[in-house]
């Protein structure tokens, strides 16, 4: 089975500063996809980034890279030059490819941005 | 194209009663999710499609639970003598033929319910 875990309930960044949003992974297959979406209030699924787990680089989208430890499942996300508009829950989630369609998601963090 | 459709985007129902949640997808998308939202958890996959077909469902779609995507287009979910356990958000996604497309998953807006 599949797991996802984000520690952070909750953080408070100043606008401008980077902030790191954690996420760690479980999973037994070896085939599998990492994503992360922005879900504002307003309650829509926003995608932001994927790394897939033979990618060798770190992916990164613009302001948004991911941090990727293969060896510690590990997929922390990197927003940085935050912006007041990042204010708002942050998912890791993860698929496997064995033809599994299922994404599993962690219980988010709630990004605040500071002016 | 405007994207993935919810409609309503809220619903408040008495306990008992049935609901009916519809989800118009990205019109050249052929598959399509339905997950359910709880408060302050992540969602939770609920069942999937392709076309008509509906090819996965979670235990957690109890036999209150049908969902249907009759023509290959939108898709229905109902809840049948809803509980108050039920009140979450229900999130619709889709995805095109690609496969597999990491880039391919859209999801609407959620169709928030309240059994009271």
């Known amino acids: 089975a599949q797991k996802i875990t984000q520690t952070q309930p909750g953080m408070f960044v100043q606008e401008k500063e980077a902030v790191t949003l954690d996420c760690t992974y479980d999973?037994?297959?070896?085939?599998?996809?990492l994503f992360w979406y922005k879900q504002p209030s307003s309650g829509e699924m926003i995608f932001l980034i994927y790394q897939g787990s033979y990618d060798e680089q770190n992916a990164t989208e613009g302001r948004y890279s991911l941090n990727f430890q293969k060896a510690r499942k590990s997929a922390n996300l990197v927003i940085s030059a935050s912006q007041l508009g990042d204010s708002a829950m942050y998912f890791c989630?993860?698929?496997?490819?064995?033809?599994?369609?299922?994404?599993?998601f962690g219980t988010g963090t709630r990004l605040t941005i500071i002016p | 194209d405007t994207g993935v459709s919810q409609d309503p985007r809220h619903k408040i129902t008495k306990r008992g009663q049935n609901v009916t949640f519809r989800c118009d997808p990205i019109?050249?998308?052929?598959?399509l999710y339905w997950y359910r939202q709880t408060l302050g958890q992540g969602p939770e996959f609920l069942t999937y499609f392709q076309n008509e077909a509906q090819l996965e469902k979670s235990r957690l779609l109890s036999d209150r639970f049908s969902a249907e995507r009759p023509k290959g287009s939108f898709s229905t979910l109902e809840i049948q003598r809803t509980e108050q356990g039920d009140s979450a958000m229900y999130l619709c996604a889709s995805s095109p033929r690609s496969v597999p497309s990491h880039y391919g998953y859209t999801f609407g807006s959620g169709t928030r319910l309240t059994v009271v």
């Open positions: 999973t037994s297959d070896q085939s599998y996809g």
């Open positions: 989630a993860m698929r496997d490819w064995s033809g599994n369609e299922k994404l599993t």
């Open positions: 019109s050249e998308h052929n598959r």
